[in-house]
């Protein structure tokens, strides 16, 4: 072998990348692994949000206790019924949603009573 083929046979084996690397493929390989990896976290995070969510309305939200429904029920027919408190004062209990008709009357009467003095 002559001395110029066999350099020529060393020049091939040196063990590097004689070639540029395609930088197209790897920006596209690194997009597609950073849209693949949000598009991930966004589904992991959706899926803990909803299990969360499904533990505290099982646990929490959804049992009702019996005082519970008791004081309901106490305030349900203490906001809406009619009952005489205090016969010798003349104190009566009435349903709230009344109550607050008459005040809103009240202070409409007291309006237009004012506006038609001035």
Do not use: C
Request: no cysteine.
């Amino acid at each position: 072998m002559t001395e110029e083929s066999r350099h020529n046979d060393e020049s091939q084996d040196i063990g590097y990348e004689k070639s540029d690397v395609n930088l197209k493929k790897v920006l596209l390989y690194g997009i597609l692994g950073i849209v693949f990896l949000i598009i991930v976290i966004i589904f992991v995070v959706d899926q803990f949000t909803a299990v969360k969510e499904e533990i505290v309305y099982e646990q929490v939200l959804r049992p009702e206790s019996a005082p519970l429904r008791e004081l309901r029920a106490r305030e349900v027919e203490e906001l809406g019924s009619y009952k005489l408190l205090n016969s010798t004062d003349s104190v009566y209990r009435i349903p709230i949603e009344r109550a607050k008709q008459l005040m809103a009357d009240e202070a409409y009467r007291k309006k237009t009573a004012e506006t038609g003095k001035q």
